[in-house]
């Protein structure tokens, strides 16, 4: 393990004192084909629940599917789109919706090496398109305990794709500096004065693998050196 995984100082990301949250203009609900649910409890068979609001320019939305890898990821994406749609006010013959998207978080209850490569690949279908490249920065972590099989969390920026002072780093080549993204998002997303960034994994970046032998302190030390490059990168 190179000298250079150390430890990241702790004044590296100091939050700005001026931050504060931005009041909520309108929000919402939308249930999708049939049943109810509620944080804790699984969702009815079938069912995909919406949930969204304005936040200033953002419209911020997250879908839950009670199906897991490709189907619950699509139909969540489908959701997620529809809503985009109606609260934007664009033509349907208009641009993908999901162009505008500058961050996902995406959590599967599920991360068997085949429920996660089932959902990626459902995820490259939507957002690895020549519309949405360069595509939104994202996360995506296993996380139970909430009812649903995939939970798909958006941040849209309606006109992202307009505004010339919106920067994106996407690199999916092998390279010294990083990881390359593996799917299609970008490393971040700098949009309206905030820098979005995707998840981190404990990579070597020369061979994309995680050296062996490398405990939890390690694989987190690992992890925060390659997001210090990314962001002295961005």
Not at 10 to 38: C, E, K, M, R
Not at 84 to 113: K, M, T
Not at 165 to 192: F, K, N, R
Not at 195 to 208: D, E, K, N, R
Request: proline letters at 9%; charged letters at 15%; aromatic letters at 6%.
């Amino acid at each position: 393990v190179p000298e250079a995984l150390r430890p990241i100082p702790g004044d590296l990301f100091p939050v700005p004192a001026s931050a504060a949250p931005i009041p909520t203009t309108n929000q919402g609900h939308q249930h999708i084909d049939a049943g109810n649910s509620s944080e804790g409890q699984r969702l009815p068979s079938g069912t995909v629940v919406v949930s969204f609001k304005r936040i200033d320019c953002y419209i911020h939305v997250i879908a839950k599917s009670c199906r897991a890898g490709a189907e619950g990821v699509t139909a969540a994406v489908h959701a997620i789109r529809d809503t985009i749609q109606n609260e934007s006010g664009n033509d349907e013959s208009g641009p993908d919706p999901l162009r505008d998207v500058v961050f996902v978080w995406l959590r599967l209850a599920s991360l068997s090496i085949a429920d996660y490569a089932s959902a990626n690949t459902a995820y490259s279908a939507q957002f690895g398109t020549e519309t949405c490249t360069p595509p939104p920065a994202r996360a995506c972590v296993g996380m139970r305990g909430t009812g649903a099989a995939v939970t798909m969390e958006v941040l849209v920026r309606i006109g992202r794709r307009d505004d010339p002072e919106t920067v994106t780093l996407h690199v999916q080549s092998i390279s010294e500096w990083a990881p390359p993204c593996i799917g299609p998002y970008a490393q971040t997303v700098c949009d309206a004065g905030i820098l979005h960034i995707c998840g981190v994994l404990p990579l070597y970046a020369p061979t994309v693998s995680i050296p062996k032998d490398l405990g939890a302190r390690a694989q987190t030390r690992a992890a925060l050196f390659n997001m210090c490059r990314t962001l002295e990168a961005t």
